[in-house]
Nanobody, 122 residues
Framework: QVQLVESGGGLVQAGGSLRLSCAASGRTFGARGWFRQTPGKEREFVAGISWSGGITGYGDSVKGRFTISRDNAKNTVYLQMSSLKPEDTGVYTC?????????????????WGQGTQVTVSS
């Protein structure tokens, strides 16, 4: 049974940085992704990373500002967020899938964390 736990969320000023982590309690071999959800909007793909970490992808709105990485020895995936904007505000959730390649579609993931709140003030 795989459990994902996110941490690192909080309140930050626009232009600031925040680092999220997603730790897995069970062994995972597949890709992981980060999604976010803002009230009134559908859940949005933020970033994805392959099992090996060699392939990454980002949603258009965060390209150049966010970086996803992973440390498989610790079974943990990170999301470094820089140049944060108020529109980045939302609940960030980590997800894991069995396939080695990541997906930008949330339906491709089977394990989900509880989410961590990120609030960016103007």
């Amino acid at each position: 049974q795989v459990q994902l736990v996110e941490s690192g969320g909080g309140l930050v000023q626009a232009g600031g940085s925040l680092r999220l982590s997603c730790a897995a309690s069970g062994r995972t071999f597949g890709a992981r992704g980060w999604f976010r959800q803002t009230p009134g909007k559908e859940r949005e793909f933020v970033a994805g990373i392959s099992w090996s970490g060699g392939i990454t992808g980002y949603g258009d709105s965060v390209k150049g500002r966010f970086t996803i990485s992973r440390d498989n020895a610790k079974n943990t995936v990170y999301l470094q967020m820089s140049s944060l904007k108020p529109e980045d505000t939302g609940v960030y959730t980590c997800a894991s899938r069995r396939l080695s390649t990541y997906s930008s579609d949330m339906s491709g993931y089977i394990y989900w964390g509880q989410g961590t709140q990120v609030t960016v003030s103007s």
